[in-house]
């Protein structure tokens, strides 16, 4: 005979979720760290911050997490990893195939789901469905924290209703928001920084430039992944993954720099 569940009326598990999410909120208006991006990029960098024990916070627009890491190139979720990404595929405890000594491939969903349980188990928390709006700026042009709003207000007319964003403050911020590098386009509109737009393909040249041109690109703000190809002008790489989660990697080294 199947056990019984407990006995749970509907105002208990409202109160439960509001109570929790509350209390999370709360705990990161301020953080030591705020990641835009919940790709492999941004979950690698929360999560080794984390595990440094900082305050992180990752915020998605989307209502998943992993970006392109789920689905792989056109549609066909087997990811590939160039040498030497395999350590970090070793170290979260991800299978994976040699294509040849230089080329690995796995299961995105598989790979996906270890990344962003070792985000979560890290400590890092989440908020999806949300937006990047805008920066918090100090006098001194210090980038110190963000402007968010929920996702689902940008398909609202202006006409209809405006709804106006909240800040969270945090002594260092990542842009892990992918081609768009939206947080360091936001200190371009301020003529604060000029991006070079991303470059055409040439995945050779581009996974090692991506990495060694993650840092800080404004007091406050680090760029990793994607978002450094667009900011200085880098090839694109497609559906390989290596340097997104070495960038991420290099990206937390950062910050933890930065923090202490």
């Not at 916070?57 to 395999?86: D, K, Q, S």
């Not at 042009?141 to 209809?160: D, F, K, M, Q």
């Not at 996974?207 to 840092?215: I, K, Q």
């Not at 997104?244 to 990697?249: D, V």
Request: proline residues 4%; aromatic residues 6%; negative net charge.
């Amino acid at each position: 005979m199947a056990q019984k569940f407990g006995p749970v009326s509907e105002k208990d598990i409202s109160s439960a979720i509001v109570a929790e999410f509350a209390a999370q909120f709360q705990e990161h208006v301020e953080s030591d760290c705020i990641i835009i991006g919940g790709g492999p990029s941004g979950l690698m960098a929360g999560r080794n911050l984390a595990t440094a024990g900082k305050r992180v916070l990752i915020v998605e627009r989307n209502n998943y997490l992993g970006g392109g890491f789920w689905i792989g190139g056109f549609l066909m979720n087997t990811v590939t990893i160039r040498h030497p990404g395999e350590r970090i595929l070793d170290e979260l405890g991800i299978p994976y195939k040699a294509v040849n000594e230089n080329l690995l491939i796995a299961d995105g969903p598989h790979a996906c789901s270890k990344l962003i349980a070792s985000t979560c188990d890290a400590g890092v928390k989440f908020l999806n469905m949300t937006n990047f709006d805008d920066l918090v700026i100090r006098e001194d042009n210090r980038v110190a924290g963000v402007v968010i709003n929920w996702t689902p207000i940008s398909a609202l007319p202006r006409e209809i209703t405006c709804v106006d964003p909240i800040a969270l403050e945090s002594r260092v911020v990542i842009d892990a928001t992918g081609h768009d590098a939206q947080v360091v386009k936001k200190l371009e509109e301020r003529g604060l920084i000029k991006t070079k737009g991303q470059g055409a393909m040439w995945v050779e040249r581009s996974e090692d430039l991506v990495v060694e041109h993650t840092g800080e690109v404004h007091p406050g703000l680090i760029v990793t992944g994607m978002a450094v190809s667009t900011t200085y002008g880098l090839p694109r790489m497609g559906p390989t993954f290596g340097a997104m989660l070495l960038s991420g990697e290099v990206a937390a080294e950062i910050a933890l720099e930065n923090l202490r």
